[in-house]
Structure formats: structure tokens, C-alpha cells
């Protein structure tokens, strides 16, 4: 099995920062994709940032300039550092990740149970 587990979550002001974290868990042989989703009450969840393997990364358009998003492959463990937080930006972020189990295994792909994050004052 394996698990994400996401930490860094909370309440900040307006023009705050936060940074979040992922690390999977469990029976790991690679780590591919790496990203973090959110969904605000009401609303579908959407894409914040991707990072593949080589640090390559993918940003919604709103959120550039503003987060950012790395990853440590030796610790399977992804990151967003969220800056100039706006209120607009409360919701609940969600880890995801493409895990391979094995060598023989496909990736598989796999969510965070999700940390919140509220911006207001």
C-alpha cells in the first residue's frame, strides 16, 4: 500500500505564505508525477502544480509567480510554497502522485486525504 500524507495546512492572513508538504509512504520502487489540486466548498477540485521526475514543472495560471512547487526524490516528498496568499485561495489542497509499487508494477496513481488552508483576516 501506499500513502500520502499531506501537512502544512492552516490559517493565514491575506498576503500571508504557507508551504505544504507530501510524502508518500509504504511500498515505493519510483515516485513519477508529483502535483497539488485544490477544491474551495462548492466548487470542482482543479489543478495548482505538477513537477514531474526531472523538476520539470506545470502551473494553473493564476498561481504562477505566486506558488511554487518542488520535490525531494529522495524522500518522495513534494512541496508548495504558497505566497501572497489571497482569500480566494481557501480550500482544501490535495496531494497526488504516480507510484510504482516494483519494477514489474505500472504506476499507480494516488491521493492525499487533503490539508486545509484558509486566507483570511
Known amino acids: 500500500q501506499v500513502q500520502l500524507v499531506e501537512s502544512g495546512g492552516g490559517l493565514v492572513q491575506p498576503g500571508g505564505s504557507l508551504r505544504l508538504s507530501c510524502a508518500a509512504s509504504?511500498?515505493?520502487?519510483?515516485?513519477?508525477?508529483m502535483g497539488w489540486y485544490r477544491q474551495a466548498p462548492g466548487k470542482q477540485r482543479e489543478l495548482v502544480a505538477t513537477?514531474?521526475?526531472?523538476?520539470?514543472?506545470n502551473y494553473e495560471d493564476s498561481m504562477k509567480g505566486r506558488f511554487t512547487i518542488t520535490r525531494d526524490n529522495a524522500k518522495n516528498t513534494v512541496y508548495l510554497q504558497m505566497t501572497t496568499l489571497k482569500p480566494e485561495d481557501t480550500a482544501v489542497y490535495y496531494c497526488?502522485?504516480?507510484?510504482?509499487?516494483?519494477?514489474?508494477?505500472?504506476?499507480?496513481?494516488?491521493w492525499g486525504q487533503g490539508t486545509q488552508v484558509t486566507v483570511s483576516a
Open positions: 509504504g511500498t515505493i520502487f519510483m515516485v513519477g508525477n
Open positions: 513537477i514531474a521526475r526531472d523538476g520539470s514543472t
Open positions: 497526488n502522485a504516480d507510484v510504482r509499487r516494483g519494477q514489474a508494477f505500472r504506476p499507480r496513481n494516488s
